[in-house]
């Protein structure tokens, strides 16, 4: 085998560029990146012809040059994010993007965002406006609250709270209510961070009315209380509710701020499953303030929201770490447009893509498992594809011990392992994530729209995943 006439076969740089094939991906993409794209695929050829012993399979790689250049410069250009798709029955499923949220939504931002906007111009007035303005009336009207504002995430609510009101000061907290929530949020470092001294009271287990009575001092800035939104202590438990805080915090004149994590804006208790404190009953109670995430069960932007009182809400508008901390067009297109589905809850339950899979029955569910379980069949696959009944999760840290009974599709690969197919489901063009239980794949309905179901038997069938 002669190898220097092998790579004497390698079009040079200067021919490549007068490639028709090549010309038309210069116009498509840019010069640049063809030529990246041509001087890597030059480098991996004759690394392919240094070490191979099969002169046929040589000139085959020579012959598919032009090819791959295409190959690698599309994929430059191809962003890295991409749609996957959610199998896993994980409804909030923080590695996956937490709350979906709906096309039309969407579109309705995207209008927003494209072009300029009112953002902070108030429009009746013709001069500077606030970017809370567009869902505050909403957000207050929704939850009883007096006033309201949203920043970045929930974790930058705790912080600018605590930072308002407790820099220097003391705040009392439940050791009960010390959690750390995924993403290595911890109640005790994010209150060291805002300057406000952690005064801890009770035990993990139970603590009382008069241990947060007993811890008020001259110092006390605030009284916190941290819904423990991921985990659950049964058995010989107790805490002290908001409404029995309230008279000690309105004797010392103390704020009561409450983290509901979760922030469900309706009774989940409804639709069968178990109660979640929501943030109207907590501002019924006399909660100051409460704040919580805007993409857990809320089901809409990632956003820490703020309601309460106006006279707290306003100092927390005027503290410097909100300019730091603040929203984006993005985020405040998108929580207006959400919170205006909250109107009523049937809306809400309806366009909200996070409460309907909570709230879809498993009727509904069953029969677009079918759906999928027929159309997967009828791709003729090298597998065993079967309807199991399963258990969704809420997940995002909400409801921990919530299941929701849900239907699934799953798979058993005849001619390659599970776990060789979960692999290659991940490589697939439209990503598709699943869960793998007893050595199969499981793919549950719940959490995956059924314009999906195409899409996902198309790429099963197409590179031949299942070979
Ligand atoms: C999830 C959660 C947070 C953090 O909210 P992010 O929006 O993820 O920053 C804070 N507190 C509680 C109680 C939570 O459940």
Redesign the pocket.
């Known amino acids: 085998m002669n190898k220097n006439l092998l790579f004497r076969n390698i079009p040079k740089v200067d021919v490549l560029l007068e490639n028709e094939d090549i010309q038309r991906m210069i116009g498509t993409y840019s010069r640049d990146t063809v030529v990246e794209a041509i001087r890597q695929e030059l480098e991996i050829l004759r690394e392919f012809i240094r070490t191979c012993d099969n002169e046929e399979k040589a000139m085959v790689q020579i012959d598919a040059l032009v090819q791959n250049i295409e190959l690698t410069v599309v994929k430059m250009h191809r962003p890295n994010m991409r749609p996957v798709v959610n199998g896993t029955g994980t409804i909030l499923h923080t590695n996956l993007g937490r709350a979906p949220i709906s096309r039309d939504h969407m579109n309705y931002v995207a209008s927003v965002a494209t072009g300029y906007s009112n953002l902070e111009y108030n429009l009746e007035e013709g001069k500077r406006g606030e970017r809370y303005s567009h869902f505050e009336k909403l957000l207050c009207e929704i939850t009883g609250a007096e006033a309201a504002m949203a920043v970045n ?6 912080m600018l709270i605590l930072s308002t009101l407790g820099k220097g000061k003391e705040v009392i907290v439940s050791r009960g209510e010390l ?1 750390e ?3 290595k ?1 911890r ?1 005790p470092d994010v209150m060291e961070q805002s300057g406000a001294k952690l005064v801890e009271v009770g035990t993990t287990n139970k603590t009382h009315f008069s241990d947060y009575e007993d811890a008020i001092t001259e110092e006390t800035s605030a009284l916190l209380k ?5 985990y659950r202590i049964v058995g010989f438990a107790d805490s002290v509710p908001i409404a029995d805080l309230v008279p000690l915090g309105d004797k010392h004149g103390i704020p009561i701020v409450e ?4 922030g469900v804006l309706i009774d989940l208790a409804k639709y069968g499953l178990e109660h979640e404190p929501t943030v109207q009953e907590s501002i019924q109670a006399g909660a100051d303030i409460v ?1 919580f ?4 069960l809320l089901g809409g932007p ?3 929201i703020i309601v309460g009182r106006k006279k707290y809400i306003d100092m927390m508008k005027k503290n410097q770490l909100t300019r730091a901390l603040r929203i984006d067009k993005f985020t405040a297109a998108t929580l207006d447009v959400v919170l205006h589905e909250y109107l009523s809850e049937e809306t809400a339950v309806k366009n909200i893509p996070v409460l309907r899979m909570i709230t879809e029955p498993i009727e509904k569910v069953t029969k677009d498992a079918k759906m999928l379980c027929r159309i997967l069949k009828n791709a003729g696959l090298p597998a065993e594809i079967r309807l199991e009944s399963c258990e969704s999760q809420i997940g ?3 409801l921990p011990l919530e299941r929701i009974p849900s239907m699934a599709v799953t798979i058993k690969p005849f001619k390659i392992s599970t776990a060789e197919l979960e692999e290659r489901m991940r490589h697939l063009p439209v990503p598709v994530i699943p869960r793998t239980i007893n050595d199969k794949i499981v793919l549950d309905v719940r959490t995956i729209d059924r314009s999906f179901f195409k899409l996902i038997a198309e790429q099963f069938a197409e590179p031949g995943i299942l070979n």
């Open positions: 995430n929930n974790a930058s609510s705790v959690v929530i995924g993403g949020f109640v941290v819904h423990t939104s991921n983290d509901l994590g979760s704040c995430s805007g993409d857990k990632q956003a820490g995002g840290g909400s």
